[in-house]
Nanobody, 118 residues
Framework: QVQLQESDPGLVKPSQTLSLTCTVS??????????WSWIRQPPGKGLEWIGF???????YYSPSLKSRTSISRDTSKNQFTLQLSSVTPEDTAVYYC??????????WGQGTQVTVSS
């Protein structure tokens, strides 16, 4: 079974770039047809899809976050990384990485709390 673990950036200051890494075990991020997503849940709100990177390295982003988002990967470490620039307190959320089958996340990391505050 695939397991995912998010890094813990903790507190991020407004205008900085948030960087999160997801370490994958039990499966390769280059396995055909696997997609790897970032999803977040702000306090008191529902889940919000941020974007994903495919097994071949292609990326797709939420239109509302596209201008500030970059997802990359390190195949040698079996990791993929989210960078979200120019953060504001509205980016405060629990951030999850996940493995998708089709458009459905099926394996999830435990989530990491990110707080944007000065």
């Amino acid at each position: 079974q695939v397991q995912l673990q998010e890094s813990d950036p903790g507190l991020v200051k407004p205008s900085q770039t948030l960087s999160l890494t997801c370490t994958v075990s039990g499966g390769s991020i280059t396995t055909n047809y696997y997609y790897w997503s970032w999803i977040r849940q702000p306090p008191g709100k529902g889940l919000e899809w941020i974007g994903f990177i495919t097994y071949s390295g292609s990326t797709y982003y939420s239109p509302s976050l596209k201008s500030r988002t970059s997802i990359s990967r390190d195949t040698s470490k079996n990791q993929f990384t989210l960078q979200l620039s120019s953060v504001t307190p509205e980016d405060t959320a629990v951030y999850y990485c996940a493995r998708d089958e089709g458009t459905t996340p099926v394996d999830w990391g435990q989530g990491t709390q990110v707080t944007v505050s000065s």
